[in-house]
């Protein structure tokens, strides 16, 4: 399956983005899908990550309350809602896909898949 993300930008703190994620392949539905960020200088994190049917959810703390992970499967698109969002959120925003691991699925080695990434810049 190919990834291509979208929807990154500049916004200010308190501010809103919805990242989207668009799959190629017909079998996009069988696959968990998950958010990843990497701020400059530091390693690659997890944000959030979503079954294959879209009922359950998983996210990390500092995404909590702020972040909604959803998938369209009848679109082969997943998206990422970030809402109230803070300067330490500034990173560049990876898809990812996978058939692997246990849920919730949080470790980037355990994904096969990978969008190009979607820079989000928030100032403050």
């Known amino acids: 399956v190919q990834l291509q993300a979208s929807g990154g930008g500049l916004v200010q703190a308190g501010g809103s983005l919805r990242l989207s994620c668009a799959a190629s392949?017909?079998?996009?539905?069988?696959?968990?899908l998950g958010w990843f960020r990497q701020a400059p200088g530091k390693e690659q994190e997890f944000v959030a990550t979503?079954?294959?049917?879209?009922?359950?959810?998983y996210y990390v703390d500092s995404a909590k309350g702020r972040f909604t992970i959803s998938r369209d499967n009848a679109k082969n698109t997943v998206y990422l809602q970030m809402n109230s969002l803070k300067p330490e959120d500034t990173a560049v925003y990876y898809c990812?896909?996978?058939?692997?691991?246990?849920?919730?699925?949080?470790?980037?080695?355990?994904?096969?898949?990978w969008g190009q990434g979607t820079q989000v810049t928030v100032s403050s």
């Open positions: 990812a896909a996978t058939m692997r691991g246990r849920w919730p699925t949080r470790k980037a080695d355990e994904y096969d898949y």
């Open positions: 392949g017909r079998t996009f539905g069988a696959y968990r």
């Open positions: 979503i079954s294959w049917s879209g009922d359950v959810t």
